[in-house]
């Protein structure tokens, strides 16, 4: 078993930056990808950016190239997500997902076995 457990998510103007945390404890065999995806009040959820533990290659979505960075820190069992000028379209929950089969990792689909519970993001204007 792995838990997720996200950080870091708060209020911030749109322009504005965050970095989000997820930490993970259990069986560190069973991450060899992470991702983070979100979801926004009546929207499905969707994949924003994920990445190979052990290669650090990175997919991104398309409405966050460019603005966000996934990075990942082994030894401390930490994934980050740097959220830079963000928009008003960027507010959702965001989640941590983790699993040893990473066939989901490059299209971002939410096919993962371990979630974080969620960490809220607010951009205003």
């Known amino acids: 078993q792995v838990q997720l457990a996200e950080s870091g998510g708060g209020s911030v103007q749109a322009g504005g930056s965050l970095k989000l945390s997820c930490e993970a404890s259990g069986r560190k065999d069973r991450w060899y990808c992470v991702a983070w995806f979100r979801q926004a009040p009546g929207k499905e959820r969707e994949g924003v950016a994920g990445i190979y533990i052990r290669n650090d290659a990175a997919f991104y979505a398309d409405s966050v190239k460019g603005r966000f960075t996934i990075s990942q820190d082994y030894a401390k069992n930490m994934v980050y997500l740097q959220m830079k000028d963000l928009k008003l379209e960027d507010t959702a929950m965001y989640y941590c997902?983790?699993?040893?089969?990473?066939?989901?990792?490059?299209?971002?689909?939410?096919?993962?076995?371990?979630w974080g519970q969620g960490t809220q993001v607010a951009v205003s204007a």
């Open positions: 997902a983790a699993d040893d089969v990473c066939g989901a990792v490059p299209d971002l689909k939410p096919d993962f076995r371990y």
